[in-house]
């Protein structure tokens, strides 16, 4: 018999005698004076939120006797925010004067079983009672196993002390961790207690620990402490001991300590580091200069308070499509922009110079005159990189000295298309009005255009103003002799700056442009992940069932029990199958499945999970904002996706839950991913490398949308170069057109109606007519993915008829893959076919929802109980492991309320729809 498991009262002998025959379901049991929680998670997790909710004193001690038995984590964190919940006051006058909680807390403190102490100390750091002080110090001291030690430490991080609540023992075994810690587990546990508690006492052993020479995460989690604690102590000493050439991992965490701890006060000894003969020192340096203006506008320099709305968390309208450059007050010396200037007109390095390039525009309008008088003379530089840079900044600093020369690359340079589309943008930035005149003045209706022409039809595509719409629709609609491929170019101009395709037709053009608030800024709409989920769940949409949910919650248990201490996931344990050191992918996919949930990092259910996951990518993440990389070095196949899938996680763990500590480690990904991409294109194997792909390209793209719609800083140039690497892949299918009608808010109303059009998405660039396409069938699911969230709607033809190839291919459990499908990676398949066909509704989501409703239920693992909960991997190479498969079966199984459907643009709707008839099966969907 299954019991609702309540918290214990003492029954009479006939409630007993009810029980035992089964007439009490979940009723209270009694043994002797024993209180106990037992049975399925779920259910003990719902009464103790219950217990909490009541404040119930009379349940504290049956509660703590049966946290030290749970198994899971969470349970125990949860159990101990009821004991929280019921006051300090309370408990101190009634559990722990008992004489029975005295024994039992001894007893507790000897359990032979390290579970139990594991457990304990997640009770006792939630509880945060000044009377467990020397119970998590004990847990904490080391006198146990590594594994309860790095418990204790997390936990006591958690004690907060403040005033009127101190903790002097739990103060003394996290010093210790940090003086005498045995393994980086230890070690990393105490910097993350020492950070949480921002205690300056705990500063020179963590600077002993960024200095001295250990293991790959110690030192990069001393100097996230350090942050925490506001330290400002000067980096002289890490530089130091970064310029005597130590191993890499003791490089790396010094690195970030002058990147991360440098102040206003270390701008000259940053000066002249800048200047030193290896790259990375200088990289650091630069950096370090880089991030001062926007730490200033976020609050984050020590000792300064944080201004009121610095953290921005979600946007309510859309943003100008032009952003205003920033303006901090900063008191910096102007040999500090001249240093900057310096950097991109000689350094060497394309990455130290990406860094003056951050600093400039950080620096903004301090740095407004000295970019207008020095970049315009880059912009023919032999220097490559040095051309793209000066090309970015006059376009971002609206230099018009430089309008003529960028106007000249942008009609004439045929050989280098990301120099021409860094000036396209450029333009756009110095004079947008001047330019569309120029660029239709450099066009005529002739049988076969010139170049150059087809070049300023392109251009206009980039300039985001009524002025250049009006200029393109004259052009399609025209009934002057322009020839096909000028025409098209046209409506490749207008796709790119509206995503939409409607043709030749004036009118359609017109329309549309009258009834839309933002036409060229498209914006992800807020969502609220937590209530998407209980509307899901409530109302049945979009055909959501208990048995989907009920697999979303048992793979979320199997994976916060693989959880290392130090919050990370390795993919390549207990015969999981996976990558190699690659926790940091690992750590932020399976991120994203409990934050895809509605779960947060600062409350609820998985909150320590959520935590610790999120503190690891941000204390790990290296000083440039990018992360260690299998094999130690930038090129692997997984460079792409470890990076995508670390700052994705890291995003979004920023936004749901709000913690402003995550900010500047979101906001440095975001950076890197932008300083690595390959120049007018995407992401591959490496920074920056000789080829793209769509399979990396769409992991980072999905980051940086995350990070545009929390307000963080992405460039322009990046997305450009995602658009236009998708433009190169994708199977161009012109002469169908969107049918206005399918612009609709309302998910039910069914798009693609007697329309078997077909496109594809290719991994690879298409050359000339070739449609066959490398991984054609899951790109085409990527493909969908990246343009929804680039702003096109199902209504586009290109969705419409990338769904009609894909509906051929619903999934199938390890089967149904084959066409130009090299390697059949079937989780990869569907999740992003998932994510594509829940945003097409009708009967695309229908017949897709059929499938995976069913398939991942089923194919679930009940057993062995170390697997329960968890799906098995592809039978192919590189399949990800187990720990992949799971996460990303969870992901496709959230995508019922993980992201609203992206539907029309007048942002009416809520996200739901009706999500019956377009996405539910008959009767609804919330049976079996």
């Known amino acids: 018999m299954t019991r609702r498991h309540l918290h ?7 409630a007993l005698a009810l029980v035992a025959v089964g007439l009490l379901r979940g009723a209270p049991v009694v043994a002797g004076n024993t209180y106990r929680l037992e049975g399925a998670p779920d259910d003990i997790y719902e009464e103790i939120e219950k217990i909490r909710d009541r404040k119930d004193v009379e349940a504290a001690m049956p509660l703590l006797e049966a946290a030290v038995e749970f198994s899971d984590p969470y349970l125990a964190v949860a159990a101990g925010e009821a004991l929280r919940a019921m006051g300090e006051e309370a408990l101190s006058t009634t559990l722990l004067k008992d004489a029975e909680f005295k024994k039992w807390w001894k007893k507790a403190l000897k359990a032979k079983e390290d579970s139990e102490q594991i457990a304990l100390a997640h009770v006792l750091g939630a509880w945060r009672h000044p009377e467990v002080d020397d119970g998590i110090a004990h847990l904490a001291s080391g006198r146990r196993s590594v594994e309860v030690q790095a418990a204790g ?6 004690l907060a002390p403040g005033e009127g609540r101190k903790f002097p023992e739990a103060k003394k075994a996290i010093a210790d961790g940090l003086r005498k810690g045995r393994n980086q587990e230890i070690l990393c546990a105490a910097a993350s207690a020492a950070g949480r508690w921002r205690d300056k006492d705990f500063e020179e052993a963590l600077v002993g620990i960024v200095k001295g020479d250990r293991d790959d995460y110690p030192g990069l989690y001393a100097v996230w402490a350090l942050k925490e604690i506001g330290y400002d102590g000067g980096i002289s000493s890490f530089v130091y001991v970064a310029s005597k050439s130590p191993k890499k991992t003791t490089l790396q965490a010094n690195l970030k300590a002058i990147t991360e701890l440098a102040t206003l006060k270390d701008v000259d000894e940053l000066l002249g580091l800048s200047r030193s003969s290896k790259q990375d020192l200088r990289d650091a340096a630069v950096l370090a200069l880089a991030r001062l203006p926007w730490r200033s506008v976020r609050g984050r320099l020590p000792g300064q308070e944080k201004p009121s709305g610095a953290v921005v968390t979600g946007e309510k309208v859309a943003r100008p499509v032009v952003e205003p450059l920033p303006d901090p007050k900063l008191d910096v010396p102007d040999k500090v922009l001249d240093r900057l200037i310096q950097i991109v007109r000689e350094d060497s390095s ?26 315009p003379a880059l912009v023919n530089s032999n220097n490559t990189d040095a051309q793209y840079t000066a090309i970015e900044l006059c376009g971002r600093f609206a230099v018009k ?3 003529d020369d960028l106007l000249k ?8 298309r990301a120099l021409r589309m860094f000036a396209f943008r450029a333009l756009e930035g110095v004079d947008p009005d001047r330019a569309v005149k120029d660029y239709v003045e450099a066009f005529r209706p002739r049988p076969k255009p010139k170049e150059s022409e087809l070049s300023a039809v392109r251009g206009l595509g980039y300039i985001r103003t009524k002025a250049s719409f009006d200029a393109l629709v004259d052009l399609v609609a025209s009934v002057q002799p322009y020839s096909e491929d000028m025409l098209r170019e046209g409506e490749f101009a207008l796709e790119r700056l509206t995503s939409h395709r409607f043709g030749r037709l004036r009118s359609a053009w017109t329309s549309w442009y009258e009834r839309v608030a933002s036409p060229f800024a498209p914006r992800i709409k807020e969502f609220d992940r937590a209530a998407n989920r209980r509307a899901a769940m409530d109302k049945g949409l979009f055909g959501l069932t208990q048995a989907t949910e009920r697999a979303v919650e048992d793979g979320l248990r199997w994976l916060s029990r693989q959880q290392h ?3 990370v996931w390795d993919g390549n344990e207990k015969g999981f199958g996976g990558v190699v050191n690659c926790e940091p992918a690992y750590t932020g996919l399976s991120l994203l499945a409990f934050l895809g949930a509605g779960y947060q990092g600062d409350h609820g259910k998985y909150n320590e999970t959520i935590r610790r996951a999120s503190e690891f990518l941000a204390a790990t993440q290296f000083y440039d904002g990018g992360f260690p990389v299998t094999g130690g070095g930038d090129d692997s196949w997984i460079y792409a996706y470890l990076i995508g899938m670390a700052v994705w996680g890291i995003n979004e763990a920023y936004g749901l839950t709000g913690d402003d500590t995550l900010a500047e480690p979101a906001q440095w990904g975001i950076d890197y991913m932008v300083r690595v991409q390959t120049p007018g294109a995407g992401w591959r194997y490496g920074p920056r490398y000789v080829q793209s792909d ?8 999905m980051a940086t949308k995350m990070a545009d719609m929390l307000g963080l800083e992405v460039a322009q140039k990046s997305w450009d170069g995602i658009d236009d690497w998708l433009e190169r892949c994708s199977l161009d299918i012109t002469g169908e057109i969107e049918k206005p009608e399918d612009l609709s808010d309302d998910y039910e109303h069914e798009v693609g109606i007697q329309r078997q059009f077909e496109a594809f998405t290719s991994y690879f660039e298409l050359q000339g007519k070739d449609t066959r396409g490398a991984q054609k069938i899951s790109m085409t699911a990527v493909g969908m993915v990246c343009r929804f969230f680039m702003g096109y709607k199902r209504s586009h033809p290109f969705q419409i008829g990338s769904a009609n190839f894909l509906i051929k291919f619903t999934p199938e459990w390890m089967s149904g893959m084959s066409q130009d499908q090299n390697v059949a990676w079937y989780h990869y398949y569907w999740y992003y076919g998932t994510l594509a ?28 109980d170390e697997l329960r909960g968890s799906w098995d991997p592809d039978p192919t190479v590189l399949n990800g492991g187990r720990i992949f498969s799971t996460a990303m079966s969870i992901l496709s199984l959230e995508s019922y309320y993980r992201f609203s459907p992206l539907l029309g643009e007048k942002g009416s709707d809520d996200g739901h729809g009706g999500g019956k008839d377009a996405g539910a099966p008959d009767g609804g969907g919330s049976g079996e």
């Not at 003056?356 to 207008?372: D, I, P, S, W, Y």
């Open 837 to 864: 066909m829940h945003q097409m509704g009708g009967k695309y989501w229908r017949a897709w929802n059929q499938k995976i409703k069913k398939m991942y239920p089923e194919k679930q693992r009940q057993s062995p």
């Open 565 to 567: 201490p130090i919050g």
């Open 694 to 701: 769509t399979s990396c390209t769409s992991w980072v793209l």
């Open 153 to 158: 430490l997390y936990m006591a991080g958690r």
């Open 401 to 403: 000295s430089a309008y």
């Open 350 to 375: 394309w990455e130290v110079r990406d860094a003056a390039r951050q600093g400039l525009l950080r620096f903004g309008k301090r740095a407004e005159a000295k970019v207008t008088a020095e970049m």
């Open 409 to 416: 690359i942008a009609l004439y340079e045929q050989k280098d």
């Open 8 to 14: 214990r009262l003492l029954l009479g002998a006939a």
